[in-house]
């Protein structure tokens, strides 16, 4: 069975910053492509970032390019990606969602996606 557990939401005041866990199991890890979508009250759920398989590689939504960087631990069993966000904004309030599929270009819409965390909620104060 698949499981992909969240950490580290919480509340962070605005230019703060957090970092997110996500630890897989049940999955070959270093085979599957990680990414973080978010979901904030009313809307629908959004790409936020991904890495490949091998950690190499990543891309992200334009609306976090530059604040936050996806990175991966695929080694000694450790089988989690992080989620490290800096300078936030109030509009980065969100159910952060953490996802696995084997596509890594297929990751960016929600349809792409083949495995969910249940999220966990960060939220950013002015």
């Known amino acids: 069975q698949v499981q992909l557990v969240e950490s580290g939401g919480g509340l962070v005041q605005t230019g703060g910053s957090l970092r997110l866990s996500c630890a897989a199991s049940?999955?070959?890890?270093?085979?599957?492509?990680m990414g973080w979508f978010r979901q904030a009250p009313g809307k629908e759920r959004e790409f936020v970032g991904a890495i490949n398989y091998a950690g190499d590689s990543t891309y992200y939504a334009d609306s976090v390019k530059g604040r936050f960087t996806v990175s991966r631990v695929n080694f000694n069993f450790k089988n989690t990606v992080f989620l490290q966000m800096n300078s936030l904004k109030s509009e980065d309030t969100a159910v952060y969602y953490c996802?696995?599929?084997?596509?890594?270009?297929?990751?960016?819409?929600?349809?792409?996606?083949?495995?969910w965390g249940k999220g966990t909620l960060v939220t950013v104060s002015s």
């Open positions: 049940g999955l070959t890890f270093r085979n599957y492509a």
């Open positions: 996802a696995a599929d084997l596509q890594f270009r297929d990751m960016s819409s929600v349809e792409g996606v083949q495995y």
